[in-house]
T-cell receptor, first 117, second 117 residues
Framework: EAQVTQNPRYLITVTGKKLTVTCSQN?????MSWYRQDPGLGLRQIYY???????DKGDVPEGYKVSRKEKRNFPLILESPSPNQTSLYFC????????????????FGPGTRLTVT | AQSVAQPEDQVNVAEGNPLTVKCTYS??????LFWYVQYPNRGLQFLLK??????LVKGSYGFEAEFNKSQTSFHLKKPSALVSDSALYFC???????????????FGKGTKLSVKP
C-alpha cells in the first residue's frame, strides 16, 4: 500500500530534550515536506526537500532541523524543544523534481501530536 | 506575498442541500490550486486540483471546484451534501515556476464543514 508513515504518533516530552520524528514514504517520491498544524493558523511549512541531500526552509523553520540522506526518509529533528513547538506535525510527499513537483498533489502522513512541557 | 484566504471558519449545511466552501488567493504568478480534506484524527487527503484548462474541475466524493481568475477564487462545491462530508477543508495554492526552485504550498486556515441530518 502506498503510504507515508510517521513515528511516533503521539509524544510528550520536556523542554530541551532532543527528539526526532521519523517520516518514510514508499512511493519513490522526490519531494518531501514537513508541516505543523495549529488551531486557527492552518498548516505552515517547516522544511521541504526536493531530493536526496537537497533541503530548504519553509515558512517556520526556526527550532527545527531536517536531513534527507535517503530518498524515502525525511526525519524532523528538534534539538531543544520548547513549549511553543507543541503542535500537530504532518509529513508529506509528492512526485516530481524541481519545477515539475509544483503541479502534483501531496500525500500526507497520519500526523504526530507533540506536547512539550 | 502569496496567501490563501478561507473567509468562513465554519459552514453549516443540511443534508441533501448544496454546499460551498469559499477560497480566494493572492499570488504573483499563475497558480496551481488544491483542495484537501481532513477527517478527525486523520491526515489530509487530496480532493481535487486546478492546473490548467477547464475552469471547472471534478474530484473525489462528488466534489467540484471552479477556478475564477478574475475573482481569484477557487470555491469548493457539492450539489448534495452528506453527513459524512463533515470535516475540515483546506484550500492551498502554489505558484507555477519555470526552472527555478518550486514554490511552497501555502494553505488557508481551514473551514469546518458541518452537515446535519
Amino acid at each position: 500500500e502506498a503510504q507515508v508513515t510517521q513515528n511516533p504518533r503521539y509524544l510528550i516530552t520536556v523542554t530541551g530534550k532532543k527528539l526526532t520524528v521519523t517520516c518514510s514514504q514508499n512511493m519513490n517520491h522526490e519531494y518531501m515536506s514537513w508541516y505543523r498544524q495549529d488551531p486557527g493558523l492552518g498548516l505552515r511549512q517547516i522544511y521541504y526537500s526536493m531530493n536526496v541531500e537537497v533541503t530548504d526552509k519553509g515558512d517556520v523553520p526556526e527550532g527545527y532541523k531536517v536531513s534527507r540522506k535517503e530518498k524515502r526518509n525525511f526525519p524532523l529533528i528538534l534539538e531543544s524543544p520548547s513549549p511553543n513547538q507543541t503542535s500537530l506535525y504532518f509529513c508529506a510527499s509528492s512526485p516530481g523534481s524541481v519545477g515539475a513537483a509544483t503541479k502534483y498533489e501531496q500525500y500526507f502522513g497520519p500526523g504526530t501530536r507533540l506536547t512539550v512541557t | 506575498a502569496q496567501s490563501v484566504a478561507q473567509p468562513e471558519d465554519q459552514v453549516n449545511v443540511a443534508e441533501g442541500n448544496p454546499l460551498t466552501v469559499k477560497c480566494t488567493y493572492s499570488v504573483s504568478g499563475n497558480p496551481y490550486l488544491f483542495w484537501y480534506v481532513q477527517y478527525p484524527n486523520r491526515g489530509l487527503q487530496f480532493l481535487l486540483k486546478y492546473i490548467t484548462g477547464d475552469n471547472l474541475v471534478k474530484g473525489s466524493y462528488g466534489f467540484e471546484a471552479e477556478f475564477n481568475k478574475s475573482q481569484t477564487s477557487f470555491h469548493l462545491k457539492k450539489p448534495s451534501a452528506l453527513v459524512s462530508d463533515s470535516a475540515l477543508y483546506f484550500c492551498a495554492v502554489r505558484v507555477r515556476n519555470y526552472g527555478g526552485s518550486q514554490g511552497n504550498l501555502i494553505f488557508g486556515k481551514g473551514t469546518k464543514l458541518s452537515v446535519k441530518p
